[in-house]
């Protein structure tokens, strides 16, 4: 007997009706990127290991997936590395490209290729599938969509201020009122890091830090213990804890805490100021928060971060990320282009906005129309109907067979068809079709010689 097919954990089907919700929330997203001025590119679903490797710490390295050579590539390793079973020293031998961890550094390469072709400042949209080798669990898949905006060759704040303003009507525009924004800056936390005395292990504290809101504060501290992080130095740090208050509050605390950290003051100024331009432009259902625990676990962030939290309620992690890298095209031999970018989390964001109930119900109408099969030769004048009608774009189908009516009916039921159209041997006879409204039952006859006055009253 055959085994019963499946597919890898933390990879999904996905159903004409989630397919539909998906790409609702695309094509709002996509309609406000444009709207905004950025311009869309794609890049390859993977990339040479080299380009990915070494970009996202030691633990987005891990979650990368690498794509074995083709052929016979075992019969290329060496006795020594072979029997060593060292998987460091035997994967750049049997692979060379993997599977792209994210959109954003495939777009700093991109970047760095075609930089003679492009107007700077760039700014991009990507919609494009990612995969991660990570622990599947509610709203984290190891293949996933990313919807990403970045602008590069641009150091004004102002674009931190138009980042948070495309969340915010994105979110709004998709019904999802209520989303924190929140923000930190790397360099606030480099000077945290710095004032503690723990400055040399700065990937370590911030990547431990941002996991706070996950695991709690005795479980952070005790990690940070773990990667070297003394006990005077944790204590030192504890005020972020427990900071509170509003923004300016927040500020204010800092630079008392950064008050002999350059660095850390620099990132003070520049959340005030973008806090100042967003308050005076006003958001329309967002709020923007400060977080100074928020360390997002990148390494090529350097200055604002943000994350994106669902309304209060909704059990889920970040549905949207991002932040400002000022030299990440460097690691590629293009010096000084600063960029900053965000990322909208689709699959959360469907989630979300299903437990919600925000998806419109005409989403899942892939009909507006189906004529019922009466047989062979009302059925060749009903195929000509629906030609025309889909001409005049309405989506319109013939049933296939001139089975029973009920199930026909059922059909139409199940596939939420608004309209069936009942073209019988009396209505051949006298050149009309029925329509009849599938919620209310009413019915309505047409000339088959003018479709045009269905057609006007169905879009009406």
Not at 415 to 442: Q, T
Request: proline fraction near 4%.
């Amino acid at each position: 007997m055959p085994q019963k097919p499946s597919i890898p954990k933390g990879t999904r089907d996905f159903s004409p009706s989630e397919v539909a919700k998906r790409s609702y929330i695309i094509s709002t997203i996509k309609r406000h990127f444009e709207t905004f001025g950025f311009q869309p590119i794609e890049t390859p679903s993977f990339e040479n290991s080299e380009t990915l490797l070494g970009k996202y710490g030691e633990e987005g390295d891990r979650l990368i997936f690498k794509i074995l050579n083709s052929g016979d590539f075992i019969s290329k390793v060496d006795d020594v590395t072979y029997s060593s079973k060292n998987s460091n020293s035997l994967a750049p031998k049997i692979t060379e490209k993997a599977l792209k961890y994210d959109l954003t550094v495939p777009f700093a390469r991109y970047v760095v290729m075609h930089q003679n072709e492009i107007d700077f400042p760039f700014k991009r949209y990507q919609i494009q599938p990612v995969w991660r080798a990570d622990r599947p669990q509610k709203g984290r898949f190891r293949e996933f969509y990313q919807c990403d905006a970045d602008v590069v060759g641009a150091h004004s704040l102002l674009q931190e201020v138009e980042f948070v303003q495309l969340y915010d009507v994105v979110f709004t525009d998709l019904g999802l009122t209520g989303c924190t924004i929140k923000m930190n800056n790397r360099k606030i936390l480099s000077g945290i890091a710095e004032v503690i005395g723990a400055q040399h292990l700065l990937v370590d504290f911030t990547v431990t830090l941002d996991k706070l809101d996950k695991i709690g504060e005795e479980k952070v501290k005790a990690e940070m213990l773990a990667k070297g992080i003394s006990e005077t130095a944790i204590a030192k740090a504890g005020p972020l804890f427990r900071m509170a208050g509003g923004a300016l509050e927040q500020l204010n605390q800092l630079k008392s805490i950064l008050a002999d950290s350059e660095i850390g003051l620099q990132g003070v100024g520049e959340l005030e100021r973008i806090f100042a331009v967003v308050t005076s432009i006003g958001l329309a259902s967002a709020s923007l928060e400060i977080d100074v625990t928020l360390a997002r676990g990148l390494n090529y962030y350097t200055g604002a971060i943000f994350e994106v939290a669902a309304p209060s309620g909704i059990s889920m992690g970040s549905i949207g990320g991002g932040g400002r890298y000022d030299d990440l095209t460097g690691i590629f031999g293009l010096k000084d282009v600063s960029g900053v970018g965000i990322s909208f989390g689709l699959d959360r964001i469907y989630l979300v906005m299903e437990e919600l109930g925000l998806f419109p119900e005409a989403i899942e109408q892939s009909l507006d129309v189906l004529c019922l099969n009466f047989g062979e030769n009302e059925a060749r004048t009903a195929l000509e109907l629906v030609v025309q009608l889909r001409q005049k774009g309405v989506r319109a189908d013939l049933y296939p067979t001139s089975t029973k009516m009920q199930k026909q009916f059922k059909y139409a039921d199940k596939r939420n068809v608004p309209y069936v159209i009942l073209l019988g041997d009396k209505e051949l006879a006298e050149k009309s079709f029925v329509v009849k409204h599938m919620d209310s039952g009413e019915q309505r006859t047409y000339s088959i010689d003018q479709p045009q006055e269905f057609i006007d009253a169905l879009k009406s």
